[in-house]
């Protein structure tokens, strides 16, 4: 084949990485956008934490030589006015850690007579366990670890054993391989000095299958007990906890996240006042140690000497980098401010007493054509953000809603729909819990044109388990 040559003429799009680093910074909450800025701070050596003061934010501008020889100090960023006098002190918040559950388990078993090696093993066990305190793993399986890992050979039967020793431990539970055994742990470490605990206890040994589906009345006449006994019995099963290990949870995270809200929304008089959280935030600027280094190594004449050359590049890069991650931040501010204005004034009826019934309709094209930006950017902007109201911190998805037409056409948000389906579920007979096409109807008949799919799909949001999960004795 013969080898031609043509122009081609193409039209590419491409993110600058100033954009690439404005959306990254985007996606932010308050905390990591902390944390990312010291890392920046780290990073780049020309790049300092300000002491916050009243000084008017400029805007960076493109960079020269000349630029750097200016008598004016390089921009600094400014992410909120500042209202304090310089004797005031910056309180940052700390976030303290306890004790695991892995931690407290170990603290006990020193208090056990144990052999060195006995002591090793259930170790290894504990730290086998998860959070919420089931052992999921297979005594074979942590056997074959303990031989690879630790170098001691043991059994299945030998780590049952230890197990056992565990299963004393607090809290009570800890350790079960499945929800019964967790449930007669508890059990077993109660006195039974009751009939109802008798009865649990009986049910959790020899009727849990029937006793999970809910299939009372065939307990009650196994059992040929009374209806008021029975409630008793399961009374008694649902003081247990089915998830030991969240007993315990002295510092967790995990179990009790802490939320910094992204926005601080203050209602006074019915008027709205809205900021950014920013307390924690550093201000960050360029060192103008750095600038006039550039100064001492340019002549008056502007030229520079060739061994001088490459620091100066150097420092360049480095004001470059700094000025475009200061205007990324502050476009990250205002585009976030934008937003969160857009949607307090579209849901402004919902944000003066914090009533669902109130939410209208939205979605993120709404706010996308209100404020002129991209759906991708709403979207960023809103996910892991969250408002501080008078009423409460609420997660900026959570105002989203979709909207769902009335016989007479009206619009209304899916959170109303909710709303209703959890009066109805509430206000149901336990004995004959409401099924979803039941609810369909209830809301066919209020105005509301739902599928019985639509009802499942609100009823799985709200967690709500299904009709016959939810009978009662």
């Known amino acids: 084949m013969a080898i031609n040559q043509k122009q081609v003429l193409s039209l590419q799009q491409k993110l600058s990485p100033q954009q690439i680093q404005m959306i990254k910074l985007l996606e932010l909450p308050t905390v990591q956008l902390e944390q990312r800025i010291k890392r920046e701070i780290e990073d780049n050596i020309v790049l300092e934490e300000e002491e916050r003061t009243a000084e008017e934010e400029t805007e960076p501008q493109q960079i020269s030589v000349e630029e750097y020889l200016r008598e004016d100090d390089?921009?600094?960023y400014k992410s909120r006015i500042n209202n304090y006098s310089k004797d005031d002190k910056q309180r940052p918040v700390f976030l303290t850690g306890g004790r695991?559950?892995?931690?407290y388990l170990v603290e006990q078993l020193r208090f056990r007579?144990?052999?060195?090696?006995?002591?090793?093993?259930?170790v290894y066990l504990i730290g086998s366990i998860d959070e919420d305190g089931y052992l999921r793993r297979d005594l074979e399986s942590i056997a074959d670890d303990i031989a690879f890992s630790v170098g001691i050979e043991t059994t299945a039967?030998?780590?049952?054993?230890?197990?056992?020793?565990?299963?004393?431990?607090?809290?009570?539970?800890?350790g079960a391989r499945n929800l019964r055994e967790c449930l007669l742990l508890q059990m077993n470490q109660m006195p039974v000095d009751s009939r109802a605990r008798r009865l649990a206890r009986k049910i959790l040994t020899?009727?849990?299958d029937e006793f999970v589906k809910k299939h009372y009345e065939k307990l009650i006449a196994r059992l040929q007990i009374s209806e008021d006994d029975f409630r008793e019995a399961i009374a008694e099963i649902r003081r247990l906890s089915p998830k030991p290990g969240n007993l315990y949870a002295e510092g967790g995270t995990d179990t009790t996240p802490y939320i910094i809200p992204d926005f601080i929304l203050d209602c006074q008089d019915g008027r709205f006042q809205l900021s950014l959280n920013s307390y924690n935030v550093p201000e960050v600027r360029v060192n103008r140690r750095y600038v006039e280094m550039i100064r001492d190594m340019v002549a008056s004449d502007g030229s520079v000497k060739e061994k001088d050359k490459e620091a100066i590049q150097f420092v360049k890069s480095k004001i470059d980098s700094a000025k475009w991650f200061i205007s990324a931040i502050k476009q990250r501010h205002d585009t976030l401010m934008r937003t969160m204005q857009t949607i307090?004034?579209?849901?402004?009826?919902?944000?003066?007493?914090?009533?669902q019934s109130k939410l209208?309709?939205?979605?993120?094209k709404d706010i996308a054509d209100r404020t002129g930006l991209d759906v991708s950017t709403i979207s960023r902007v809103v996910n892991s953000k969250y408002v501080q109201t008078q009423f409460g911190i609420i997660l900026l998805k959570s105002l989203f809603s979709e909207a769902m037409q009335t016989e007479s056409g009206e619009e209304v948000s899916s959170y109303e729909i909710k709303n209703i389906l959890q009066e109805c579920i509430d206000q149901e007979n336990k004995r004959r819990p409401l099924t979803d096409e039941t609810l369909m109807d209830i809301l066919n008949s209020k105005g509301y044109r739902i599928a019985r799919r639509t009802v499942a799909k609100y009823r799985e949001m709200l967690g709500i388990p299904v009709a016959r999960l939810r009978k009662q004795i």
Do not use: N
């Not at 039967?157 to 800890?174: K, T």
């Open 344 to 355: 307090l004034d579209y849901q402004q009826e919902y944000f003066k007493d914090g009533d």
């Open 113 to 122: 007579s144990l052999s060195e090696r006995d002591m090793r093993l259930a």
């Open 206 to 208: 020899s009727y849990f």
């Open 157 to 174: 039967g030998e780590l049952e054993r230890l197990l056992g020793i565990l299963h004393e431990l607090e809290p009570a539970g800890v």
């Open 74 to 76: 390089t921009p600094a």
């Open 100 to 103: 695991s559950l892995q931690e």
């Open 360 to 364: 209208r309709p939205m979605i993120l």
